[in-house]
């Protein structure tokens, strides 16, 4: 049956809360018995929502064609390193293609490292809170929280680096990593990928082959770290 | 919430300039995250794509309800746009990961927002559109709306506005696109 504008009035009434008394209950007896009714206002509820998501999708389009979109790098080595590095750590994740436009930099090469820590049984201390704003990608409160920490453990020197590294602040995380004893930690393989990684975003590839250099076979990220040496070369 | 407050309102205010002061907070905070997390398997067009979508999302569940508060909006967002990234890679049978996201896309739901949403820009012409965002988006009054699209009268705009609506809910019933099939 068709949809009277006096039914669609009545939509937009019982939807605002505006139906009272009487009305109200007419119309919710009719909603209970009249299925082709029902049918109309759940398709009015739909439309109402699809209408208010298309027009906020028409601000949010606005908006990203105004705004600038994050840095992007030249064409040149560090594409095919990047790149090449992309297929390594994606492992049996698709592949882009290397030869279209896509922005593969130190965005490319750069995973986060997991919280290795996360099961770990105790109160909520603040680098627990830390690392679970780690967790859930919030590096700037991750960032914030670790700083706080007066007595920075190695962990918490190596989340420090992670979370400004995210940040793209490669200067923050290559000081937060180099205030670990590189010799004596548990974060000795993971340092020098990162470092390297770090080098690698801030376009200083001699810095990064040193700190690549130094990875040794069998060690975290070896075989990409080779690969990544071999076009640094 | 109460940090965050302001990008809330400005999200649900139907607000044009309001929605787009709150959605530019949102985009310089979270959109290099998304970029970079896209681009580690996917490129920049897709990294747009699922910014995009990712706000549209944001911004269903803000209006059902779905946002408890427990973190900030901004990561909430991040959530969201990780989940539906994954989800694309998902699809194409090639992604392993043992990555635990919350899950915060409700694919079926998003799956008939998108189809009406395009429906109605296929289907409606873009003056009606106009009229209907006008009206339950932006809450315009029948004055306002007689004023904006040059009409007559109120009550011409009020016409238009029972006659777009009706074809939409139309082709919405006729294509059996409801999500939500329990009334409130």
């Known amino acids: 049956m068709s949809l009277t504008d006096q039914d669609q009035e009545l939509f937009e009434a019982y939807h605002h809360g505006s139906l009272s008394g009487e009305a109200l ?6 909603l209970q018995a009249d299925k082709d009714f029902a049918t109309s206002y759940l398709a009015y509820k739909q439309a109402v929502k699809s209408l208010k998501l298309s027009a906020f999708g028409d601000v949010v389009s606005e908006v990203m064609q105004e705004q600038p979109t994050p840095q992007s790098s030249p064409k ?16 049996t994740i698709a592949i882009v293609s290397l030869t ?8 490319a090469l750069y995973r986060p490292y997991p919280n290795i820590l996360q099961d ?16 859930t990608g919030d590096y700037e409160k991750a960032a914030v929280l670790l700083e706080q920490i007066r007595q920075p453990s190695d962990t918490v020197h190596f989340y420090k680096g992670m979370s400004y ?16 004893d590189s010799s ?27 700190q690549l250099e130094m990875i040794k076979a069998g060690e975290y990220n070896y075989q990409k770290a080779q690969e990544v040496l071999a076009l640094l070369r | 919430m109460s940090k965050d407050s302001w990008v809330y309102n400005g999200i649900i205010s139907g607000n044009r300039a309001e929605s787009k002061k709150a959605v530019t907070h949102l985009y310089e905070k979270c959109y290099p995250s998304v970029q970079r997390y896209v681009l580690m398997s996917g490129n920049m067009e897709q990294a747009k794509d699922i910014f995009q979508d990712g706000m549209t999302v ?12 427990n973190s900030s909006i901004a990561t909430y967002l991040i959530s969201i746009c990780k989940n539906l990234w994954l989800n694309e890679l998902k699809k194409t049978k090639t992604y392993e990961s043992d990555e635990k996201l919350a899950n915060v896309v409700d694919e ?13 820009q296929s289907q409606i012409d873009p003056e009606c559109q106009e009229v209907l965002k006008a009206y339950y988006y932006e809450e315009l009054t029948m004055e306002q709306i007689k004023t904006q699209f040059n009409l007559s009268s109120a009550q011409s705009a009020k016409t238009k506005k029972l006659r777009c609506m009706k074809k939409l809910i139309a082709l919405v019933k006729e294509k059996g696109l409801i999500y939500n099939f329990f009334l409130k």
Not at chain 1, 25 to 30: A, D, G, L, Q, V
Not at chain 1, 100 to 107: K, N, S
Not at chain 1, 166 to 178: L, P, R, V, W, Y
Not at chain 2, 58 to 69: I, R, T
């Open chain 2, 58 to 69: 944001l911004y269903n569940n803000l209006l059902e309800g779905k946002f408890q508060g």
């Open chain 1, 76 to 91: 040149n080595q560090w594409l095919k390193i990047a790149a090449a590095v992309l297929i390594l750590i994606t492992g």
């Open chain 1, 165 to 180: 590294l995210s940040q793209g602040a490669f200067d923050n995380g290559i000081s937060s990593f180099t205030s670990i």
């Open chain 1, 25 to 30: 209950t007419s119309f919710e007896e009719r």
């Open chain 2, 108 to 120: 079926e739901e998003k799956r008939v927002n998108d189809k009406v949403v395009a429906l109605l």
């Open chain 1, 184 to 210: 004596n930690t548990i974060f000795t393989q993971q340092l020098n990928w990162y470092l390297a990684i770090s080098y690698i975003g801030k376009r200083q590839p001699e810095k990064a082959i040193r």
């Open chain 1, 120 to 135: 770990r049984a105790s109160t909520a201390s603040t680098l627990d809170n830390a690392l679970a704003a780690y967790q």
């Open chain 1, 100 to 107: 279209g436009d896509e922005e593969v930099t130190f965005a």
